[in-house]
T-cell receptor, first 114, second 115 residues
Framework: GQNIDQPTEMTATEGAIVQINCTYQTSGFNGLFWYQQHAGEAPTFLSY????GLEEKGRFSSFLSRSKGYSYLLLKELQMKDSASYLCAVRDAGGQTGANNLFFGTGTRLTVIP | DTEVTQTPKHLVMGMTNKKSLKCEQH?????MYWYKQKAKKPPELMFV???????INESVPSRFSPECPNSSLLNLHLHALQPEDSALYLCASSQVIGDRGWGQYFGPGTRLTVT
């Protein structure tokens, strides 16, 4: 089975830094993704980790520790437009089909306040 | 072209209607997916097609019937739905395993309301 946990809601101030944590216990692992989803819109890809360590992309960074089943998404210099849900998703090994199935956490709703 | 398109954007249907959702991508991806997303919940995987063959059916009721006519198209046929089936239906596509890549690309979704 798949168990992926994130905080339900977070609030942070414009210009600040926020860290969104994700812990997972899954039957297979072939990478962890972070997606951003604004209300009523489709998820959009933010970052990908398959090896331990930090991946940085502009204002967004993501960290993975496979031994701890833990990841975080770090957002710097927060902007009002960053208010959205942030979804942690684990990709399984795909089995024989080759397709890579994503299992999503419950998502963290981030509100950025002035 | 990194876009997944879905039609229609909105659909209202009665419980006795038959309708279809359509999804298209031209990124050469050989895996395509249907997800269902209820308000304030994460997407839930419904179906996975790999090389145009259905590989995963996550215990979805038979009133949902997927079809993959070719590597660019994915349909979801709907029949005799229930009001609780009202949700955002998301299509996604990806490379198959082996691509270090970028996970799944999502379409904008079809917002379905069953009356």
């Amino acid at each position: 089975g798949q168990n992926i946990d994130q905080p339900t809601e977070m609030t942070a101030t414009e210009g600040a830094i926020v860290q969104i944590n994700c812990t997972y216990q899954t039957s297979g692992f072939n990478g962890l993704f972070w997606y951003q989803q604004h209300a009523g819109e489709a998820p959009t890809f933010l970052s990908y980790n398959v090896l331990d360590g930090l991946e940085e992309k502009g204002r967004f960074s993501s960290f993975l520790s496979r031994s701890k089943g833990y990841s975080y998404l770090l957002l710097k210099e927060l902007q009002m437009k960053d208010s959205a849900s942030y979804l942690c998703a684990v990709r399984d090994a795909g089995g024989q089909t080759g397709a890579n199935n994503l299992f999503f956490g419950t998502g963290t709703r981030l509100t950025v306040i002035p | 072209d990194t876009e997944v398109t879905q039609t229609p954007k909105h659909l209202v249907m009665g419980m006795t209607n038959k309708k279809s959702l359509k999804c298209e991508q031209h990124m050469g991806h050989r895996a395509m997916y249907w997800y269902k997303q209820k308000a304030k919940k994460p997407p839930e995987l419904m179906f996975v097609y790999s090389y145009e063959k259905l590989s995963i059916n996550e215990s979805v009721p038979s009133r949902f019937s997927p079809e993959c006519p070719n590597s660019s198209l994915l349909n979801l046929h709907l029949h005799a739905l229930q009001p609780e089936d009202s949700a955002l239906y998301l299509c996604a596509s990806s490379q198959v395993i082996g691509d270090r890549g970028w996970g799944q690309y999502f379409g904008p979704g079809t917002r379905l309301t069953v009356t």
